[in-house]
């Protein structure tokens, strides 16, 4: 088992910033708490560390109760979205610190500070400074750091937030092989949705305090369980259910919006019975994918994305009358703004 959130409530003042949350991480898994700003997700990860303590509730750690437990018995490595390495402190010593102040063994520490360095790719980078390193080798050294006493668990507040778009992906990959390595249980949160499908086992979507949905990747996308995870995981057309397009398809149901992904609109150059005519208002080049601006005829606006053989073989140009029709659309009661 590795842990056990167990109907944890958290309040600041009137603001409920996490809600009766049940949650079980399985051992050796890499989780991501995903959702938008103040849906819970950084609390819910310090009450995990014990940096904050629960109103209500328990959490479990590797089967123990650790809900009233310090930071230091609980056996967390934590990493911050902003490194807090020592400055006046080498990569070497930096890592090292956590062991020294355990006390452990100097033979030890040599030697798990320079396995460290390896498994963080910074062999040679050793007697630097932080200051001497870019943003992506600070937060491999803050990694090694967490990693060097040897947690049960590993959490990572926004691990990434401050790095540049191109660091941000090689180092989630990077992070992902880490773990395939040492398989620590390990937690991060993000608001980036593409961050958590690419890097996680399982994605806990939060929203307003509580979780919305935990599910692999592809389960979250392919089978959102409410309208807000829809709508937070990945682009989506969300049209009233009155839309020519549904009209048109046959498509029906009694809730007032329905959810369409880009990818899910098919677009013909001639009308078969069940499409809608629309117009082609703008053409956005992506490289390999091409996304259209469409425009029913009641006015609705579409967004549309091919692939680029698809395009070619169209051979569409702006103002274009095309015929569309959903290949899969959904709708929930509830629609969270």
């Known amino acids: 088992m590795g842990i056990v959130v167990d109907n944890v409530s958290k309040q600041f003042g009137s603001f409920k910033a996490v809600d009766q949350v049940s949650l079980e991480i399985k051992s050796g898994s890499l989780v991501a708490l995903l959702g938008p700003s103040g849906s819970g997700k950084s609390t819910l990860?310090?009450?995990?560390?014990?940096?904050?303590?629960?109103?209500?509730?328990?959490i479990l750690l590797t089967?123990?109760?650790?809900?009233?437990?310090?930071?230091?018995?609980?056996?967390?490595?934590?990493?911050?979205?902003?490194?807090?390495?020592?400055?006046?402190?080498?990569?070497?010593?930096?890592?090292?610190?956590?062991?020294?102040?355990?006390?452990?063994?100097?033979?030890?520490?040599?030697?798990?500070?320079?396995?460290?360095?390896?498994?963080?790719?910074?062999?040679?980078?050793?007697?630097?400074?932080?200051?001497?390193?870019?943003?992506?080798?600070?937060?491999?050294?803050?990694?090694?750091?967490?990693?060097?006493?040897?947690?049960?668990?590993?959490?990572?507040?926004?691990?990434?937030?401050?790095?540049?778009?191109?660091v941000r992906k090689d180092l989630r990959a990077w992070l992902r092989r880490l773990h395939d390595e040492v398989h620590v249980t390990t937690v991060f949160v993000t608001h980036d949705q593409e961050e958590a499908m690419e890097v996680s086992d399982e994605v806990v979507v939060m929203n307003q305090g509580r979780v919305e949905q935990?599910?692999?990747?592809?389960?979250?996308?392919?089978n959102p369980a409410t309208a807000f995870v829809m709508s937070f995981i990945g682009p989506v057309n969300v049209l009233p259910n009155t839309a020519n397009i549904f009209q048109r398809s046959g498509f029906e149901t009694s809730h007032p919006q329905v959810f369409l992904r880009p990818q899910d609109v098919i677009i013909e150059k001639t009308p078969n019975g069940a499409t809608a005519p629309a117009k082609v208002s703008r053409l956005i080049h992506l490289g390999w994918e091409i996304q259209l601006e469409l425009t029913l005829d009641d006015g609705q606006v579409?967004?549309?994305?091919?692939?680029?053989?698809?395009?070619?073989?169209?051979?569409?140009?702006?103002?274009?009358?095309?015929?569309?029709?959903?290949?899969?659309?959904?709708?929930?009661?509830?629609y969270y703004s």
């Open 214 to 222: 935990v599910g692999t990747p592809a389960a979250i996308y392919d």
């Open 302 to 334: 579409v967004t549309a994305n091919l692939t680029r053989d698809r395009y070619n073989e169209l051979q569409l140009e702006p103002q274009q009358r095309v015929f569309v029709k959903p290949k899969d659309a959904k709708s929930f009661p509830v």
């Open 45 to 58: 990860l310090r009450l995990i560390a014990g940096l904050e303590m629960p109103d209500s509730g328990r």
């Open 63 to 166: 089967g123990k109760d650790a809900t009233y437990q310090s930071v230091q018995e609980r056996n967390i490595g934590f990493v911050f979205q902003h490194y807090a390495l020592f400055k006046h402190l080498t990569v070497r010593q930096n890592i090292a610190f956590g062991l020294e102040i355990r006390k452990a063994p100097a033979k030890k520490i040599k030697g798990r500070v320079e396995q460290l360095l390896e498994l963080v790719q910074l062999s040679g980078l050793g007697d630097r400074y932080p200051s001497q390193l870019s943003g992506g080798q600070r937060q491999r050294v803050a990694l090694a750091r967490a990693l060097a006493v040897e947690p049960e668990v590993l959490l990572l507040d926004e691990p990434f937030g401050a790095l540049d778009a191109k």
